[in-house]
């Protein structure tokens, strides 16, 4: 029956698809036989016998209603789902024809190497013609080589009495 796991996804999601749209359709059937039934308007000369006569149907009202929104909401949420898990089922690879093994040579056939060239040039001009792809190329730009800056060589300054050319002599 089911085969494969791409079988099992897309039979979950039409099921999930088929209660959600079940749902919504028993909400609305509910609405239309609650907005058909025959509403009767309360008429009285004393308003506070009239405002206690009419709070509780109200009350009930409320309680439909928001028990419809909700299953509104519910039967939208199992739509939405089954159509996402249906449309995102992985798609089948599609079948890679095989060559034949070996040539069969007859001598009234000749083999027809033109389309064979023709189709290559063509798949050879798609890859060519293929757009960039949408996310941009990831640049890095080194940092720049910095020379090692020459240190100053410091001199000692000689005292002016002394001249370097000549030594000074000890007496003894």
Known sequence: MLKNFRDK????????????????IFTFASAYGFLAQSLSIIAS????????????PLIGTCIRIMYLGVMGWIGSLLTIRGVTIIAHVPQQAPAIPQAPT???ATPAAQPKPQPQKAKIEKQKEKEV????????????????????????????????????????????
Request: charged share 15%; aromatic share 2%; proline share 16%.
């Open 129 to 172: 013609t293929k757009p960039a792809p949408a996310e941009p190329e990831f640049v890095v730009i080194p940092p720049e080589q910095v020379a090692p800056m020459p240190q100053p060589q410091i001199q000692e300054k000689q005292p002016e009495n002394s001249s370097p050319a000549a030594p000074q002599q000890s007496a003894s």
């Open 102 to 104: 070996a040539p069969q």
């Open 45 to 56: 000369e004393d308003l506070v016998q009239t405002f206690g006569e009419a709070l509780a």
């Open 9 to 24: 996804i897309a039979l979950s999601g039409i099921t999930v698809l088929a209660i959600g749209v079940t749902l919504l």
